[in-house]
């Protein structure tokens, strides 16, 4: 089993940022990708950003240029930094891993809520 525990969602205004990140814990070996997605309500989870534990990395278009994901291999965490917020960010943000070997078994967060609002 792998835990993930995230932190660093919260109330921003439109145009701040927040960093949220993810620390990975339990049966970490062979992890593969880490990542976020996000849901709100009435709507299907969608991706937000992933990296894979070579670096290479996957956005979704509304967020380009806006977000980075980023990875301490060495922590078992990955981050999520988020500039530039716009109301429309607003949603449960979900820690996502991927563990191998195949058939790779997909583990998530318990989510956290980032409101960007003024």
């Known amino acids: 089993q792998v835990q993930l525990v995230e932190s660093g969602g919260g109330l921003v205004q439109p145009g701040g940022s927040l960093r949220l990140s993810c620390a990975a814990s339990?049966?970490?070996?062979?992890?593969?990708?880490m990542g976020w997605y996000r849901q709100t309500p009435g709507k299907q989870r969608e991706l937000v950003a992933v990296?894979?534990?070579?670096?290479?990395?996957n956005y979704a278009d509304s967020v380009k240029g806006r977000f980075t994901i980023s990875r301490d291999n060495a922590k078992n965490t990955v981050y999520l930094q988020m500039n530039s917020l716009k109301p429309e960010d607003t949603a449960v943000y979900y820690c996502?891993?991927?563990?191998?070997?195949?058939?790779?078994?997909?583990?998530w967060g318990q989510g956290t809520q980032v409101t960007v609002s003024s």
């Open positions: 990296i894979t534990s070579g670096g290479p990395t």
């Open positions: 339990g049966s970490i070996f062979s992890i593969d990708a």
């Open positions: 996502l891993a991927d563990r191998g070997p195949a058939p790779m078994r997909r583990y």
